[in-house]
């Protein structure tokens, strides 16, 4: 409480926001919505509901990227700002102590988003992600998608109708093809990157992998995610 001026009170008021909950509900809501225009799709094609889809799509890829991102900086963040709550009381003193000091003096500022929660568990003395298991591998996979969408350069992509040579093949379309259903509003001649892939089938698959990364890390730590409760209960891509 400040004090300003002859007789006047006035009061500041500080909060913090987990933004990461609100990042996945978007996800799960861009996925919802192309998941409609798919059940409602009977093969009449328009360029206005192409890119309403493809905006549903991409908007969930970068909106499960950044949930991603944002719990790893609450979490490091809540050893400084809130180290007795929910999301890092059950840490050691050490260790809190330890990302406390690592947040302050941003030592982990440029590490990549799968680098800083290898580098928690590191310090926390548990279990690494595998970085070839399934969980890390989709992950990893999702990042490098939006990525290539953040920072999109045009290519020229042989389109097949088929399969396309593993020899030839773009690079998403050998890390994802198998992974999620395609995108119904493409036809044979559209190649799988970015048409194809950017389906309903994506969104929902970035939806489920970022919740199940989410929740194998704070598993490795020893206890549950804190705000299991309200977000969306997808973890199977």
């Given at each position: 409480m400040e004090m300003r001026g002859e007789g006047r009170i006035s009061a500041r008021l500080s909060t913090r926001t987990y933004l990461s909950i609100s990042h996945i509900f978007a996800a799960d809501f861009f996925s919802q919505n192309c998941a409609q225009i798919e059940k409602m799709y009977h093969?009449?094609?328009?360029?206005e509901l192409f890119n309403e889809h493809r905006s549903y799509v991409i908007g969930a890829i970068f909106s499960a990227v950044s949930f991603l991102e944002a719990t790893i900086n609450e979490f490091l963040a809540d050893t400084v700002d809130h180290p007795e709550g929910e999301v890092v009381g059950n840490l050691d003193p050490t260790t809190k102590t330890i990302l406390a000091d690592m947040w302050k003096n941003n030592v982990v500022?440029?590490?990549s988003i799968t680098n800083k929660f290898q580098v928690v568990l590191a310090v926390a003395r548990k279990n690494l992600f595998d970085s070839a298991a399934p969980t890390y591998q989709a992950v990893d996979d999702l990042i490098e998608l939006r990525n290539a969408l953040v920072h999109y350069k045009p290519e020229w992509i042989?389109?097949?109708q088929g399969t396309q040579d593993q020899k030839t093949a773009h690079k998403f379309e050998k890390r994802l093809r198998g992974k999620f259903p395609l995108n119904p509003l493409t036809s044979l001649?559209?190649?799988?990157?970015p048409d194809k892939c950017l389906s309903h089938g994506c969104a929902e698959w970035a939806v489920a992998s970022s919740l199940k990364f989410i929740d194998e890390f704070f598993s490795k730590l020893g206890y549950s995610y804190p705000f299991v409760h309200i977000r969306p209960l997808k973890t199977e891509p």
């Amino acid at each position: 409480m400040e004090m300003r001026g002859e007789g006047r009170i006035s009061a500041r008021l500080s909060t913090r926001t987990y933004l990461s909950i609100s990042h996945i509900f978007a996800a799960d809501f861009f996925s919802q919505n192309c998941a409609q225009i798919e059940k409602m799709y009977h093969g009449i094609f328009s360029d206005e509901l192409f890119n309403e889809h493809r905006s549903y799509v991409i908007g969930a890829i970068f909106s499960a990227v950044s949930f991603l991102e944002a719990t790893i900086n609450e979490f490091l963040a809540d050893t400084v700002d809130h180290p007795e709550g929910e999301v890092v009381g059950n840490l050691d003193p050490t260790t809190k102590t330890i990302l406390a000091d690592m947040w302050k003096n941003n030592v982990v500022r440029t590490f990549s988003i799968t680098n800083k929660f290898q580098v928690v568990l590191a310090v926390a003395r548990k279990n690494l992600f595998d970085s070839a298991a399934p969980t890390y591998q989709a992950v990893d996979d999702l990042i490098e998608l939006r990525n290539a969408l953040v920072h999109y350069k045009p290519e020229w992509i042989e389109s097949s109708q088929g399969t396309q040579d593993q020899k030839t093949a773009h690079k998403f379309e050998k890390r994802l093809r198998g992974k999620f259903p395609l995108n119904p509003l493409t036809s044979l001649g559209n190649p799988f990157y970015p048409d194809k892939c950017l389906s309903h089938g994506c969104a929902e698959w970035a939806v489920a992998s970022s919740l199940k990364f989410i929740d194998e890390f704070f598993s490795k730590l020893g206890y549950s995610y804190p705000f299991v409760h309200i977000r969306p209960l997808k973890t199977e891509p």
